[in-house]
């Protein structure tokens, strides 16, 4: 198979009621792909699709989803044969995964049949993020064809696939998932490190270092405030690890560990505490 993808930016002028924050927009970055086939490739193709949809799924901590699978509507391009295989080849897929889906009768675009993946986010609203979906009009128009085992020039099969679908929606419904508070391989700030006083910023600015070359993101709250007070702008800005560094860290070369929770780990070592966080960042724990 062929496969040409893009990070492209869609327009779609949508009603003006109908605009909602991030998750619906009228221009939206979306990643687009296109893989072009042979009959006998499409199930397998196919299958690699869901295969990195249910991957990332996983990953981002997404559970709860519906699919639905969308069959010729009255008006369509490409032959009866056509819409047969490629319908037969989206059903044997889902069913040999076992999983459940809803049948659209006629509700496919004009040009091919498709499964949509709807996620639920925190207040159960369904939003379409997965698209598989045949085209069988671009290629006849496009002239496309390869040569076949047999020799003679063939019309391929093409398979859009869009697995996040929208960024900005997808970003929108994860913010809302988690409530902000991502997990540690998520979150833009992993670890902020809390010096208690002026004397101590240099060993937080070392820890930063430390912490930087290990690939882990942390930023220094160096302001002139309490300790407390700072420890609560983390909170609040849900960073999932604080440091709190004062004379005793300094001098045994450790940190005081407190989780955004609240729940205090006490003080470890930094390549104790480097070791876990790496370890979560790893396994993507959500």
């Known amino acids: 198979p062929m496969k040409i993808g893009e990070l492209g930016t869609v327009y779609r002028y949508e009603r003006g009621g109908t605009l909602h924050g991030m998750l619906r927009v009228r221009g939206f970055t979306q990643d687009d792909a296109h893989i072009f ?39 369509a391009v490409g032959s009866d044969e056509q819409w047969q295989l490629a319908e037969k080849s989206l059903m ?20 091919g049949p498709k499964i949509d ?16 979906q045949f085209d069988f009009n671009l290629p006849e128009r496009f002239g496309l064809t390869y040569i076949g085992e047999d020799g ?12 996040f679908g929208s960024l900005e929606r997808f970003m929108g419904i994860l913010i809302e998932h988690y409530g902000g508070a991502f997990p540690t391989w998520l979150a833009p700030i992993q670890v902020q490190i809390i010096p208690i006083a002026d004397r101590h910023i240099d060993y937080a600015t070392f820890l930063h270092s430390e912490l930087s070359e290990s690939g882990i993101r942390s930023g220094v709250d160096s302001r002139s405030e309490r300790m407390n007070a700072k420890v609560r702008d983390a909170q609040m800005a849900k960073v999932p690890y604080m ?7 300094v001098e045994s070369e450790s940190v005081g560990v407190r989780l955004r929770s609240g729940e205090d ?17 790893e396994d993507k724990i959500t």
């Open 265 to 281: 780990l006490g003080a470890l070592s930094l390549n104790e505490i480097k070791k876990r966080i790496s370890s979560e960042v």
């Open 152 to 163: 003679g020039s063939h019309q391929p099969f093409m398979v859009h696939r869009a697995i």
């Open 117 to 132: 993946v709807n996620i639920r986010d925190a207040i159960g609203r369904s939003w379409q993020c997965t698209t598989v």
């Open 243 to 249: 440091f709190i560094v004062g004379d005793r860290e």
């Open 37 to 75: 086939c042979t009959p006998d490739q499409i199930e397998t193709e196919i299958d690699g699709v869901l295969d990195l949809t249910f991957d990332l799924m996983e990953a981002f901590g997404f559970d709860d989803f519906t699919l639905n699978l969308s069959t010729k509507p009255d008006k």
């Open 92 to 111: 044997k897929t889902l069913d040999s995964r076992g999983l459940d889906y809803q049948i659209e009768e006629a509700g496919g675009a004009f040009y």
